[in-house]
């Protein structure tokens, strides 16, 4: 069953709030959040052999919804990375635009009822999903007490949360992770109330300054806001649990797609989609993603932008309160 993505208008016209003080993330998250962005950027690369210097395991690409990616098994943090792409190609785009909401399903996975998820990110995933779960069983037969972990920017951020659902199901015995980037909103109320009940602060979900794609929609996991410029972990502060703080990135009204989810550094020489190949230890990859993103992606974008603005001014705040309020929250979940 499709239900309309409703975006909120409610960032269009607030004012942004005065920032409220906010503990900062410790050297050592910070590390591993620039880590597995890595990850999230070799995505972008035509080809990564090794992959944050680790084992490639298995490069994917679903030719239908162009979804691509690959799984890197570190065996010095014991640990299988499943990395996603972000929106690249005019394939991707068109995934960007399909703004309904689809009940959820996805192999092997149970959600609760009255899960929906974008259907263009869900239909992307399960395109991919058994062929990953495949590979990422025969891994851990071979390495059994390795932990899961997914990685993604932009669309990827959104197929990295649908991964690290799947992985969860399917892999019960095993730890698993997510970090997005830049991560769209993925799912309705109950998706983002049942991530955060999944995964609590293993869900790491970086935004940067005023990223509007960030900002639609009700979402979820430990929000980590990297704000002012230039990043560092002095200024990347821990955000509220539940995944909706009005004194983070939300305090900026949302305008989609920007420059500050497009360029911006996670530290000083690495923008979200900016890392060399060489720092990637990846082969065939843009180097000059800052610009393709600036010239390109807004040009290509475009479509989808206006569609995501039909789409807010076709459905009243209204209609948005009425589907959240028919969303049953679980209980020990903080609104």
């Not at 002012?228 to 703080?245: I, L, N, Q």
Request: hydrophobic share 35%.
């Amino acid at each position: 069953m499709h239900v309309p993505l409703v975006l909120s208008a409610l960032g269009a016209v607030a004012s942004p709030l005065q920032m409220t003080k906010r503990t900062t993330v410790t050297t050592d998250l910070y590390n591993d959040l620039v880590y597995y962005f890595q990850y999230a950027s070799s995505a972008y690369s035509e080809s990564c052999a090794n992959p944050n210097g680790n084992t490639l395991v298995e490069e994917f690409t679903d030719g239908a919804t162009y979804t691509q990616g690959f799984i890197a098994r570190d065996d010095t943090r014991q640990e299988i990375v499943v990395a996603l792409r972000g929106s690249s190609s005019a394939g991707d785009f068109l995934t960007d635009a399909e703004l309904l909401l689809d009940d959820y399903t996805s192999p092997g996975v149970t959600p609760p009822a009255n899960v929906s998820a974008h259907s263009g990110f869900l239909n992307a995933w399960n395109s991919v999903a058994p062929g990953i779960i495949s590979q990422v069983t025969t891994q851990l037969t071979s390495y059994p007490g390795y932990a899961i972990v997914t990685s993604g920017h932009s669309l990827g951020g959104s197929l990295s949360s649908l991964a690290a659902m799947s992985m969860k199901a399917n892999f019960p015995n095993n730890a698993v992770r997510m970090y997005t980037y830049g991560q769209p909103r993925t799912g309705n109320d109950a998706y983002a109330y049942w991530v955060n009940d999944q995964f609590g602060d293993q869900a790491f979900r970086s935004t940067h300054t005023d990223d509007g794609s960030a900002n639609q929609y009700l979402d979820r996991g430990v929000e980590y806001w990297q704000n002012p410029d230039p990043a560092s972990a002095a200024t990347t502060v821990v955000c509220a649990a539940d995944g909706e703080d009005p004194t983070c990135s939300a305090s900026i009204p949302s305008e989609g797609i920007d420059v500050a989810h497009t360029i911006v550094p996670l530290h000083a020489e690495a923008g979200y989609l900016t890392v060399t190949s060489a720092s990637r230890k990846c082969h065939g990859g843009r180097d000059e993603l800052r610009d393709f993103n600036i010239s390109t992606l807004w040009e290509v974008k475009s479509e989808t932008i206006q569609q995501t603005q039909d789409t807010k001014n076709q459905h009243t705040i209204e209609n948005d309160m009425k589907d959240r309020a028919s969303q049953a929250r679980p209980k020990g979940v903080i609104a």
